[in-house]
């Protein structure tokens, strides 16, 4: 006799989105915006039943999408056996109650399902702080709608004097791990702060990986530097910054990073609790913003990065753009430019293109030179500590030292260079 086996239904969600002259472009769902979500559904391990996306003149203050529609969506909700509702428009702490309601499941916005994906892949304690913040901020006004039954009787019996529902309680804790995480990650910044400190005066070039999600930029990393770096073909895979040494040429060197992806409507919660890793973009050398070639949408998706850089003041940081996956580009002419490189990080193709592309925006004419300095000049040595990278130094009848050095150092020191 077999045993009756009961099938958990989890994450099984109908996502809905409306589309409406009254919302901004980012606001707004389209059906390449309900596409992503429902890959972001499917990253977060749930399962997409069905999609609805409504047209209508302006969302309804109650119910967003409307008495009629939210009844569509409860009877298929019902059918199709869902536990769950997601929007592609971000909803108010109202609209998502009333409609959790209405609809009988549980309700989240894009946002949320966002942060939830950062909860579950953040990895390292910088991370993890950053989630935990912007969580925390999201969840803050939601709070009366998860205790309404608990919410204060005003005048009621028991309720005058020092008292404090559940609900006033969960605030006050929620202010105090906000006020600790926000503290937490100024330390973050203080100690990149220093580290930054440190790369300037040793004059080590920074190049910060840019791009949208799944563009490719832990894989473009991985074959520039053989970072090892897990990359897998699904959003958000990778969160936590990773940095590594990048060596161009025999005399350029740079600390190339990769940051978190970015996404169209992406949380303000997270762009503010991660500016602590984001605010690096601002000081970086140069930027590669990695662009998926092979994805039609490439210039929408391309235009959200642009305006998140802005967004991070890292606006007039110079910028390579890098049309990754060439290899899997379906169009006509890839993109071309002066500051445009197509290549493929899975096979290689146009990697030395980009390398001397980065090397040529870093390098402005660096290079390697010995100089032969009197005794009585050695403080120039110091200088160039300071402003040059120093390989070898002996000391004989004068001081020979060999050195990577800039134009202007070269242009102050070129009595002392000798020429081969």
């Known amino acids: 006799m077999f045993e009756k086996t009961e099938i958990k239904k989890i994450n099984r969600a109908v996502l809905a989105g409306l589309n409406s002259p009254a919302l901004t472009p980012e606001e707004n769902a389209t059906e390449e915006s309900l596409e992503e979500l429902a890959a972001l559904l499917d990253t977060a391990g749930g399962t997409c039943l069905g999609t609805v996306l409504q047209n209508r003149s302006a969302p309804d203050p109650r119910t967003f999408v409307g008495e009629g529609k939210a009844a569509e969506l409860r009877e298929l909700v019902r059918s199709l056996g869902a536990d769950m509702v997601i929007f592609d428009n971000p909803l108010s702490p109202s609209q998502q109650r009333v409609l959790a309601e209405e609809l009988g499941a549980a309700v989240m916005d894009r946002s949320a399902l966002i942060l939830d994906i950062f909860a579950k892949r953040a990895r390292t304690s910088e991370g993890r702080l950053q989630v935990a913040l912007a969580q925390y901020k999201y969840l803050l006004p939601r709070l009366t709608g998860m205790w309404k039954h608990l919410e204060r009787q005003e005048g009621a019996i028991g309720t005058r004097g020092p008292g404090e529902t559940q609900l006033e309680s969960d605030r006050r804790h929620i202010h105090r791990k906000i006020a600790k995480l926000e503290e937490e990650l100024r330390d973050v910044r203080r100690v990149r702060a220093t580290q930054r400190e440190r790369r300037e005066k040793n004059e080590v070039p920074v190049v910060a990986i840019v791009g949208y999600t799944n563009a490719g930029k832990s894989t473009l990393l991985n074959a520039l ?107 006509d002419i890839l993109p071309r430019g002066e500051d445009m490189v197509s290549v493929s990080a899975k096979t290689g193709a146009g990697l030395d293109t980009l390398l001397s592309a980065i090397e040529k925006r870093l390098d402005a004419g660096t290079r390697r030179v010995e100089l032969s300095l009197p005794y009585d000049k050695g403080g120039i040595l110091d200088e160039l500590y300071r402003e040059a990278r120093v390989e070898q130094v002996e000391y004989g009848e004068t001081i020979a030292v060999t050195a990577v050095c800039a134009p202007k150092t070269l242009g102050r020191l070129g009595e002392y260079v000798v020429e081969r």
């Open 225 to 331: 530097t053989g970072a090892g770096i897990p990359a897998n073909d699904r959003l958000f895979d990778t969160l936590d910054t990773t940095t590594r040494t990048l060596e161009i040429s025999d005399t350029c060197t740079a600390l190339i990073s990769d940051t978190v992806g970015f996404i169209s409507k992406l949380p303000h919660q997270l762009v503010d609790a991660f500016k602590a890793t984001l605010e690096e973009l601002a000081f970086a050398d140069l930027l590669l913003h990695v662009i998926d070639a092979s994805d039609p949408n490439w210039r929408e998706q391309s235009a959200v990065v642009d305006r998140l850089i802005q967004e991070l003041g890292a606006g007039e940081t110079p910028r390579l753009e890098v049309f990754n996956k060439c290899d899997k580009f379906v169009g």
